[in-house]
């Protein structure tokens, strides 16, 4: 595997840890945290794709953007589209003060990215 293909990879995984382990907390949950790692486990996910096609990864985390670029060559990845749209809008949402995630946002945050995690790792030729 490509050197960055394998570092993209390797960052996502990590997200998807610190997300997976964050959520198991019962005091003092941080649903904030278990909602912005998850949608960073998925971003990093898509960039891997994109590495591995040989497309300059762009600086962005907008993932509705970075999936329309992975669905070129895997189509079927646009059934993803609203999951990505939802799991996107956590990477800001819920940063600033106004808005906060709850014990829902964040379970339906691990699922979307364990679905789509799946997905692309098959996509990636992975287990």
């Given at each position: 595997m490509v050197k960055p293909v394998a570092e993209w990879i390797e960052k996502a995984e990590e997200d998807f840890r610190v997300a997976t382990t964050l959520r198991r907390l019962r005091r003092n949950p941080v649903h904030n945290s278990v909602c912005f790692h998850a949608q960073q486990c998925i971003e990093k996910y898509?960039?891997?794709?994109?590495?591995k096609k040989g497309v300059v990864v762009r600086k962005i985390h907008a993932l509705p953007?970075?999936?329309?670029?992975?669905?070129?060559?895997?189509?079927?990845?646009?059934?993803?589209?609203?999951d990505?749209?939802?799991l996107s809008s956590y990477a800001v949402e819920f940063r600033y003060p106004g808005e906060s995630a709850t014990s829902?946002?964040?379970?339906?945050?691990?699922?979307?990215?364990?679905r789509s995690r799946s997905e692309l790792r098959s996509v990636l030729g992975l287990s």
């Open positions: 898509l960039k891997a794709i994109l590495e953007i970075l999936l329309d670029q992975c669905a070129d060559s895997h189509p079927f990845l646009i059934a993803t589209r609203d990505m749209i939802r829902t946002d964040a379970k339906e945050a691990i699922r979307i990215m364990k």
